[in-house]
């Protein structure tokens, strides 16, 4: 039952659940929310930083606070801090030196700059009042987008965030132009009765809110670690070499992916190493065009045939740098050819992948039988008999084979016994057709003188009726 009535809060990075007296407890989870920062520096203690704490709200926002109570506040507590109209609630997550680290990120000056402060911890009343603020956000997000329907602005409510009093709820919102929202707001006022902070965000931080999978299967980055949105250009496409395809180079947000800057540098890096070639390369036996580049190898392929990308010949870009000096000065190497077989262009086929048969067992032929030869009878009038046709080809008029044997001057006696063998097997041969021709014979005297053919259309006895 505990691990029921346990629940895990990811957007603030916090578990909450009811003790045995049925007092609520909020405990932190480290790790839990996109904004966590890993705390390098814990266990140094920097006495001008002790009264500076970094407390978390929602997935989209923290900040840093001033210890003006006295009490000693330590990493993962809940505490009552400063708000513009009444109190909040939130999460301490860092402390020590590296708050420092992250006021000097922020350009904060800590003797210029006028942190809020922090009041006392937090008491189980006051969770117990936030939690039910909390409970009211899914609502009044669903009731503020018909509300905004209704009204006809053209903008999108993505997330609502409850103070920790239950008094204010910031409300954001996304649109690509400006939108006038003052009537929006006195309706917001009079249907939920508090007060109302509007504040717009952008397409990759609604995906980050949102969250989802991106196409290479992991965790969207803006929802998983980036709070900080850099510019995004095609020219990062193409010093990587890429297509530009809206469809592939947009995410879930309809913007430019980010992780398209993440290797921009490295390739940027490696094209400057790799000459320009705007003409062909000279050599003895001819002119050598490129074909295609592999910029992290730092490898250029030519090829003679400019239309063709049969034979590719790979040189090294210092390579390149050479033949060109050398062209310029009006020297010609002797060739790209040599042994070696040419390289030929990458290419894999993805065919066949996809058949659903493609993991069963192939099939056997079966093999298919002969057919028995079919007996024939005598042959009708005007034809010649089967002794006529057998005889010629008994004794052997195919060629004369035994006169082949006898008479061939050029083979000499094997050709003599070949021809001998041909001859006795076709007297073999007319023999046995005479034997089927008076078998045929036999049976058409017996059934009324019909042929075989005609063996079952012969005259049959009548019934009586």
Known sequence: MENESK????????????????????????????????????????EQFKEFFEVRFKNTRKGIYRNASGQSVKTGDM??????????????????????????????????????????????????????????????????????????????????????????????????????????????????????????????????????????????????????FQSITTSAARVQDLSLNPQKLAGQCGKLKCCLNYETAVYMDAQSRIPKVYEPLEFEDGLAYLMKTDILSETMYFSYDQSSLANLYPVYAEDVWEIIKMNRRGEKPASLKSDDVPAAPEFVTAVGDDAINRFDEARKRKKKKK?????????????????????????????????????GPKNGPKNDNR???????????????????????????????????????????????
């Not at 003790?19 to 140094?44: A, F, H, I, Q, T």
Request: aromatic share 6%; hydrophobic share 25%.
């Open 79 to 228: 505490v009552i801090v400063e708000a513009a109209n009444g109190h909040d609630l939130g999460i301490v997550t860092l402390e020590g030196p590296i708050v420092g680290r992250q006021m000097k990120c922020k350009r904060i000056n800590p003797e210029t700059y006028e942190f809020k402060k922090i009041y006392r911890k937090a008491k189980p009343f006051d969770i117990e009042r936030w939690q039910e603020a909390i409970a009211r956000e899914h609502e009044t997000m669903i009731r503020s987008r018909q509300i905004a329907a209704e009204l006809g602005l053209e903008m999108k409510i993505g997330d609502v965030e409850f103070q920790g009093d239950g008094t204010k709820a910031i409300f954001y919102y996304i649109a690509d132009g400006r939108v006038d929202f003052r009537q929006l707001i006195k309706v917001f006022a009079e249907e939920f009765r508090i007060r109302i902070e509007m504040k717009q965000i952008g397409a990759r931080q609604e995906a980050g809110l949102i969250g989802g999978l991106g196409v290479c299967g992991r965790e969207l980055c803006c929802s998983n670690y980036i709070s900080s």
């Open 419 to 465: 021809g001998g063998q041909k001859g006795e097997r076709r007297e073999d041969r007319g023999e046995r057709r005479e034997d089927r021709g008076d078998r045929g014979e036999r049976r058409g005297g017996n059934r009324g003188g019909r042929s075989h053919h005609n063996n079952r259309g012969g005259d049959r006895p009548k019934k009586e009726q």
């Open 371 to 407: 057919k028995p030869a079919q007996k024939q009878g005598p042959k009708p009038e005007g034809q010649a008999p089967a002794e006529a046709l057998a005889t010629p080809k008994a004794e052997g008029q195919k060629g004369n084979g035994g006169q082949k044997g006898e008479n």
């Open 7 to 46: 629940k895990y809060d990811c957007s603030r990075g916090c578990s909450v659940e009811r003790n045995e007296g049925g007092e609520l407890e909020c405990n932190y989870r480290p790790g839990c929310c996109k904004l966590e920062v890993y705390d390098w520096l814990s266990g140094v203690n920097q």
